[in-house]
């Protein structure tokens, strides 16, 4: 060893290079693991919404299709408070909007917009929508999300805007259904002068997105007051989607959320 080495390792230290693993979602072997398990990542993700205080009062609903029965899903019960959601009090409701497994009523509006979307997207596991506070507010803009740091590029090419029927309550199943046309193949939706809807192949992916969402629309809306913002170039933009707008992605950076509840409050499994 140099000298100069040495006064840059003075113990002589050689570090050991160890391959290291990925985590990927569980892989549950049986049905009924499978609907426990996104029961359990249901009931998380409503805990994560409470924490983050996107839900107020009883608008909010977040769902899950059942893994064996694919027109049922999973949904929180009209009502209850996001922040002390436990597995037990989900309920599950068919696409006629009927209660089949619980004895909580389901909020109207969570079965006409997520019956559309689970119909007409068969790949879509999960979907969530809050009336978030800057989610609700850059909805009444009318304006597609503009890319202006680098978290925003998650939705780039992937995000639409739904103008019919803003403003008033969702309560009819073919409102679902045209919000759900205008969604298509993306992950997230600005319905105009309502909020934010994101969906995904697992609840932490559109859990994720959701809030990831909401922090865009805050972005924007501080630095469209602010003065003119940059917008990043197309080819930066899709590399950004490339690279953290995946499915993977988004399931992996909801997983320090689960770290903490499983940690801080895991009574969300009972």
């Known amino acids: 060893?140099?000298?100069?080495?040495?006064?840059?390792?003075?113990g002589g230290f050689e570090p050991e290079y160890n391959d290291v693993s990925f985590p990927?979602?569980?892989?549950?072997?049986?049905?009924?693991?499978e609907r426990l398990h996104r029961k359990q990542r249901l009931a998380a993700g409503l805990r994560v919404l409470g924490r983050l205080r996107l839900a107020e009062g009883v608008a909010g609903h977040v769902t899950v299709r059942d893994p064996e029965h694919e027109d049922h899903f999973w949904v929180n019960p009209f009502g209850k408070n996001f922040k002390y959601m436990t597995v037990s009090d989900?309920?599950?409701?068919?696409?006629?909007?009927?209660v089949v497994i619980g004895d909580r009523p389901v909020n109207t509006a969570a079965f006409a917009i997520h019956s559309g979307l689970h119909k007409a997207r068969p790949d879509v596991i999960a979907a969530a929508h809050?009336?978030?506070?800057?989610g609700r507010t850059f909805s009444t803009l009318g304006q597609p999300l503009k890319m202006l740091t680098q978290d925003d590029t998650m939705f780039y090419d992937d995000i639409a805007l739904h103008s019919?029927?803003?403003?008033?309550?969702?309560?009819?199943?073919?409102?679902?259904?045209?919000?759900?046309?205008?969604?298509?193949?993306k992950k997230a939706l600005i319905h105009q002068n309502h909020g934010l809807i994101?969906?995904?192949?697992s609840v932490d992916a559109a859990i994720w997105w959701f809030v990831a969402l909401e922090r865009a629309c805050?972005?924007?809306?501080?630095?469209?007051?602010?003065?003119?913002?940059?917008?990043?170039?197309?080819?930066?933009a899709v590399a950004g989607h490339q690279q953290q707008g995946n499915d993977l992605s988004g399931w992996f950076q909801f997983q320090p959320w689960m770290e903490e509840l499983m940690r801080d409050e895991p009574d969300f499994l009972d």
């Open 198 to 201: 994101t969906v995904g192949g």
């Open 218 to 236: 805050q972005t924007q809306l501080v630095a469209l007051a602010a003065g003119d913002p940059i917008e990043i170039p197309h080819d930066l």
């Open 90 to 98: 989900l309920i599950c409701v068919d696409h006629e909007g009927r």
């Open 164 to 185: 019919d029927g803003g403003g008033a309550v969702v309560l009819d199943p073919a409102d679902g259904e045209k919000m759900a046309a205008s969604l298509g193949d």
């Open 1 to 10: 060893m140099t000298d100069v080495q040495s006064r840059k390792n003075p």
């Open 130 to 134: 809050c009336h978030s506070m800057y």
């Open 24 to 33: 990927f979602p569980e892989i549950p072997e049986t049905i009924e693991a």
